[in-house]
C-alpha cells in the first residue's frame, strides 16, 4: 500500500517531505495520525496536503516500520561488504599515505624526544 501512495503522489512538494515527516513521529514513539503529520509539516513552513496526509496515514497504518527499515538496508550493507571484500591486484594509493603517515608519526615523536630528552 505504502508503494502506490508514493507511485501516485505527484504535484510541488514532494512526497518525501511526508515520509520523513513520520519517519520522525516514529523515530520519536509517537503515533503517526493525521493531526501530528500536519504539525510536523506546517512547522517545516509548508502547508500541508490533506489529501497526501491521509494517503500516508492509511498506507503506513498497515507498514511494519521498523521491518521496513530494517529490510531497506540490506541492499546497501551487502554492497558495503561485497566491495570490501575483493582482493586487490596491487597496493593502491591507501596504502602510501598510511606508510607517509606512519612516517610523519615517527619524526614528530623524534623531535618531541629531542626537546625533552
Not at 504539525?39 to 497504518?61: H, S
Not at 554492497?79 to 619524526?107: F, I, L, N, R, T
Amino acid at each position: 500500500m505504502l508503494e502506490s501512495f508514493i507511485l501516485r503522489s505527484s504535484g510541488t512538494s514532494t512526497i518525501m517531505e511526508y515520509l520523513y515527516a513520520a519517519l520522525l513521529l516514529h523515530k520519536l514513539k509517537q503515533d503517526i495520525t493525521e493531526e501530528s503529520l500536519k504539525n510536523v509539516v506546517k512547522a517545516t513552513g509548508t502547508t500541508p496536503d490533506e489529501i497526501r496526509i491521509k494517503a500516508l496515514v492509511a498506507a503506513i497504518g498497515e507498514v511494519n516500520i521498523d521491518e521496513a527499515l530494517k529490510n531497506a538496508s540490506l541492499p546497501t550493507q551487502q554492497v558495503q561488504v561485497s566491495a570490501g571484500s575483493a582482493p586487490s591486484a596491487s597496493p593502491g594509493p591507501v596504502e602510501k599515505e598510511e606508510k607517509k603517515e606512519e612516517k610523519k608519526e615517527e619524526e614528530a615523536l623524534e623531535g618531541l624526544s629531542a626537546l625533552f630528552g
